[in-house]
């Protein structure tokens, strides 16, 4: 393109240029003329190579905000179900299993204290979603080929999405647990007089600030005075220590924060530049995939093409010039053989082989008598070929007078019955190719 460009260049110019000018400096604004032209055609290569990859990384962030509204229903119907099923199983004979078991127990009531989110949760960051999805999409303007949204949407939006990902994840755990818990204490035991567990948690729930208090009262009436002194010191103790661990843990918060924001800072970025290089490696990918698609296909069409040109060429071959076939045309259409193979070459819906026959009618097919063996010149064979000639199951083609029984049919009907399958044998082609038998 950029050669063709160059000589339309060079012609204008020596048809513009007045004869008097000197050739040396024609030659060198020529010159000139095709370095600035190559230079524009680069410029804008550069520019389009840029624009698309930022439109890959702008259909990224779209579908990385898509993503999170599909992952926050998900969340939503998940939790859902979960805390339903939580709170079936308090009513449940289930629920009775699980309270007898210790362990089980305190897995109910970990699960419940300590539930991986909330649904007023995952309603807010659903709402979040939504709107993400809105302001990615803010300002943009079809004639603005490099808009991406501002920096802070897109932060928002990994951020959302490593947050749902991450409950989804925590979610999964709980709800594994409830399930283990549920299989582990299954039995077909009555439970009909065992405690729900809504009522034992009730009560473990009611025991707890009474124990704490109890052990509180009887610490007091057990310390005696030189005990509580002890205890005094040992506060204090506690407390400076306390104080000391408190100034280095906000040293050490204020240092993990610092280092906090730059790994993430870092994070981002990586995950940013690994974003782009993904979708950069899909769209090389598709656009093989694409092309390699293209090709199959046209090699398809040229063999298919080829194919139908060598039928033709075969079929025109043996209509034109094959003598043998003219004489077998000729045997075929004979009364003899019209009427000898009847009960194969007339139209009907029973095939050989095949239970539910034909969906149109049609000639018997040539390859279903050769699959079943009944054109071999085996006494086997012809029985199967005289079963095919007169079974009551074709009830559209004419059929043979003869027994189905080749054991009574006399020297003549055998004699006609091996003709008929020896026509068959010797024009097989011939009666394919004139439609008096079907493939």
Known sequence: MLSKINIILVLLIVCLVPHHVNAKRDMRTIGET?????????????????????????????????KNLSLAKELEEKATEHF??????????????????????????????????????????????????????????????GYLPDEETQNEIFDLNNWLKERIKRLKVQVDDLNHIIHINASTEDMSNAKLLVRCLAEYNALWPKLLSQSEIIGKQLATEQKQQILIDINKLIELDRAEAEAERIKAESDAELTRMKQDYELKLSRREQAMEKERSEWDSERK???????????????????????????????????????????????????????????????????????EPSPVSLNALKKCEALETTVKSLKLFLIYGVTKKDRERPRWSFSSDYNRLNAEQKGRLRQAQQYIIYLDKVLVLEGLLSP
């Not at 389009?48 to 962030?61: E, P, Y």
């Not at 309270?99 to 539930?115: M, Q």
């Open 289 to 359: 995939d694409a092309q390699a698609e293209i090709d199959r296909l046209q090699e398809l069409a040229d063999a298919e093409r080829q194919r139908k040109d060598t039928e033709a060429e075969i079929r025109t071959r043996i209509i034109m010039q094959d003598t043998e076939y003219a004489k077998k045309l000729a045997l075929a259409r004979s009364p003899e053989v019209q009427t000898l193979l009847a009960p194969f070459i007339a139209n009907g819906y029973y095939q050989p082989g095949l239970r539910s026959g034909t969906y």
């Open 84 to 145: 339903n099923r939580m709170e079936v199983v308090l009513h449940s004979d289930d629920g009775k299993r699980i309270a007898r078991d210790p362990v089980s127990f305190i897995t109910y009531v970990r699960l419940e204290r300590d539930p991986a989110v909330t649904l007023s949760e995952i309603r807010i960051k659903r709402d979040e979603a939504s709107s993400l999805v809105e302001r990615a999409h803010l300002g943009e303007d079809d004639q603005d080929v």
């Open 34 to 66: 095709i370095l600035k032209a190559r230079k524009r055609e680069q410029e804008r290569l550069s520019n389009d190579h840029l624009l698309l990859k930022i439109k890959q990384v702008r259909d990224s962030i779209f579908d990385r905000a898509n």
